[in-house]
T-cell receptor, first 111, second 116 residues
């Protein structure tokens, strides 16, 4: 059983559309990260959220951490083909140093 | 800053042989590194936590004798897949917690292992 569930698992959209990816858990995390991974490469950190209710923006990407620090969302505005990739959320608990990864969302943006 | 170099990027080996994968932190010291395994179109599964100067901590279900981890210095951790079998074929990724970005981790570029 995945500790962090992401939805949707797969998403294929047209260029210019908006989308939201969700990351949900029954556990509380001290911080949550979002990563993007391209085929044959390691994940690249996009953002870290720490405070419940926190919202961070990175150009067309908006990240939100739930008030209870159990869930997070990633919203992409006007998606572009370059946004294509595997998006992973990952949570860290204060008592552990390792990350727990979500199940992943494979995004394909068609031109 | 905070670069993790992983080598090799891909390797093909015969069943029964051993393969060593290296993970280096280039511009920072990493007392702890993490090794993950990833199957196609799936998420990363933590295999073990590598601790400099001490034994690695393995996740449940990961065979210690098969996946040997050595973290002899503050900048190098190695994963050796011993007596490789085709089912060991996978994408292996290492990471280290970076001191330069709050709470973030830097990942290596991964190693594609194919056992034939």
């Amino acid at each position: 059983t995945q500790l962090l569930e992401q939805s949707p698992q797969f998403l294929s959209i047209q260029e210019g559309e908006n989308l939201t990816v969700y990351c949900n858990s029954s556990s509380v995390f001290s911080s949550l990260q979002w990563y993007r991974q391209e085929p044959g490469e390691g994940p690249v950190l996009l953002v870290t959220v720490v405070t419940g209710g926190e919202v961070k923006k990175l150009k067309r990407l908006t990240f939100q951490f739930g008030d209870a620090r159990k869930d997070s969302s990633l919203h992409i505005t006007a998606a572009q083909p370059g946004d294509t990739g595997l998006y992973l959320c990952a949570g860290a608990r204060s008592s552990a140093r390792q990350l727990t990864f979500g199940s992943g969302t494979q995004l394909t943006v068609l031109p | 800053g905070a670069v993790v170099s992983q080598h090799p990027s891909w390797v093909i080996c015969k069943s029964g042989t051993s393969v060593k994968i290296e993970c280096r932190s280039l511009d920072f010291q990493a007392t702890t590194m993490f090794w993950y395994r990833q199957f196609p179109k799936q998420s990363l599964m933590l295999m073990a936590t590598s601790n400099e100067g001490s034994k690695a901590t393995y996740e449940q279900g990961v065979e210690k004798d098969k996946f040997l981890i050595n973290h002899a210095s503050l900048t190098l951790s190695t994963l050796t897949v011993t007596s490789a079998h085709p089912e060991d074929s996978s994408f292996y990724i290492c990471s280290a917690r970076t001191p330069f970005r709050d709470y973030g981790y830097t990942f290596g570029s991964g190693t594609r292992l194919t056992v034939v």
